[in-house]
Structure formats: C-alpha cells, structure tokens
C-alpha cells in the first residue's frame, strides 16, 4: 500500500470549489497575454530559450510562450521540492539539468511563484556559470514579503500577500495543479 501523500485518499482533501478565489482564469489569461506581448516587444527579432522549473511551472511557461510572438525554444530544470511543507527547507539541489547549451543564448527562467527566492537565487546562479547572452527571469506570483535572499523578477504577473496557494500549476501535496484559477488553500486543511 503506497503511504506516499500524493496517494492518499481523495476525501482527504478539500474540493477546490470550496476554497476562495484570489485570482482568476480571465485575470491569469490577460496579464500573461500582456507579459507575452512585452517579451516580444523586449527581444524583437531574437531568439530566445525559456527554461521552466518543473513541476508548478509548466502550466505559465505553456500560456506565456503562445503569447510570446518570437522565436522561442523550451527546456526545463527541476530543483529539491517543498513536498508536503508548506514553507521552504532552505536547501535547493538540482534534480535535472538543461537539456541543450545555453552559452550565448538570451534565457529567461520561467517559475510559477517567487517566495523565498532561495529558488531562483541557486538557479540564476547556476545558469550563468553556462554564460548566457542574458538572463531574465519571469514569474507568475510574487510573494515579496517573504524573500530571504535579494532576487527580483523582471517579469511578474501578480504581486500576492502571505498566502499559501494552489491552482495554475501550484499544488499541495501534488494536488491542485490543474485548477484553473489561483485559490486560497485553508489553513484549517493543513495536515
Ligand atoms: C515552488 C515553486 C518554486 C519555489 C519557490 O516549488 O515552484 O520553484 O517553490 O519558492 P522559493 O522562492 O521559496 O524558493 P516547489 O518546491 O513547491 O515544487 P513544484 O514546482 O514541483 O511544486
């Protein structure tokens, strides 16, 4: 019998409808239509790799590359998760590297949130070691009040408070991830 949390009973954990909404489908599906736009605007006539951090970012880097009207390829890196916790062990370790050679290349990092920011620090600073022609970074969610480390992202969709979040590709316990907007997970369901 698996005793794993992604493989626990359903009926452990709330329904999505039942959580609040804080932000919507339209609302996601318009601002990353705006990132897009001004992605293309900024690298007009380049080329550019998007690197996604699996797993919460698949779904943005899926919206925003359709929105982005330039040359574009995709690779992914995936780093140590959270698990089951809700806030950061601190330690980020690399679980799968690049696929293809970024030397030279204009890169921007794509995650579905920046909270501590001990994510994007390790990651930013691994992808330079590859000397990249630039480094961007763009993110979905932005918790500000929680960075440990100094990162900014140069892209954001949405500045959020101290909020534990599911939906848009972010999970609890591996669950959520395909809920169309972003919901508000009650704390009274932590377990
Ligand atoms: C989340 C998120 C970021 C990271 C951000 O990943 O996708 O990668 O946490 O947090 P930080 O700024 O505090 O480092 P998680 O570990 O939950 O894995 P997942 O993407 O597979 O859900």
Same mark, same amino acid.
């Given at each position: ?18 959580? /609040? ?30 690197? $996604? ?49 970024? /030397? ?6 794509? /995650? ?12 930013? $600073? ?51 991830? $395909? ?13």
């Amino acid at each position: 019998m698996p005793t794993s949390s992604a493989h626990a009973p359903t009926a452990f954990f709330p329904s999505p409808e039942t959580m /609040e909404v804080l932000i919507t489908k339209e609302q996601l599906a318009k601002r990353t239509r705006e990132i897009g736009a001004q992605i293309s605007t900024d690298y007009e006539g380049q080329s550019i790799v998007l690197i $996604g951090v699996l797993k919460g970012a698949a779904i943005f880097l899926s919206d925003l590359a359709r929105a982005i009207k330039v040359d574009n390829t995709f690779d992914f890196v995936a780093v140590s998760s959270y698990g089951r916790a809700r806030v950061s062990s601190g330690a980020v370790k690399l679980i799968k590297d690049i696929d293809n050679p970024i /030397e030279g290349r204009h890169v921007i990092l794509i /995650e579905d949130i920046l909270d501590t920011g001990l994510t994007l620090n390790y990651l930013r $600073g691994l992808m330079l070691q590859h000397k990249p022609a630039s480094l961007k970074i763009a993110t979905c969610l932005d918790k500000p009040d929680r960075r440990l480390v100094p990162i900014e992202a140069d892209y954001v969709a949405f500045k959020i408070p101290n909020q534990f979040v599911v939906g848009y590709g972010m999970d609890y316990a591996e669950r959520y991830r $395909g809920v169309e907007d972003i919901r508000i997970f009650p704390d009274e369901a932590v377990h």
